[in-house]
């Protein structure tokens, strides 16, 4: 799923801003989302879906644009989660292909794919933002510069 999520880093938006694109309507098509809504969650299934066809099984992740709800879904499921003071007490509970959620308020968050952990940094694969981490961005982009007490919500593993 890595791989998958790696090979996009550098698609964007068309045009920029627009939550729109040929490749992120394929994102949002995948969360049965139309395009212009926000879509890092939806990147996120996405690449587990391509991930798991590939390999013929079931794609284990969470079918929402929402990230809020991906957490929120993934509690409910029995889904393992690992909180945020639970990781900042133990960094070695998150693991290269968890979801990062983060809440940003009024139901709005943010998510990613963690591919790298280095103590509590963290390099992510992220759709729908920018180099400076935002969450309505403008592409998938690579970041290293996330620690892991940003990510206010938790952690997702999907077995």
Known sequence: MLGVAAKEIGVMEDPLGSNSGPRVNQYLESVGDKAGLPWC??????CFQQAASAVQLPNPAIRTGGAVDLWD???AR???????AEAAARPILVQPGMVFVMATGGG??????????????????????NNGGSREGIGVFR??????????????EYA
């Open 73 to 75: 879904q993934a509690g």
């Open 78 to 84: 029995g889904i393992r989660r690992v909180a945020t």
């Open 108 to 129: 709005h968050g943010h998510v990613g794919l963690v591919e790298k952990v280095q103590g509590v940094v963290l390099t992510t694969i992220e759709g729908n933002t």
């Open 41 to 46: 969650a939806a990147f996120v299934y996405w």
């Open 143 to 156: 970041r290293t510069t996330r620690r892991m007490g940003q990510i206010n919500r938790g952690f997702v």
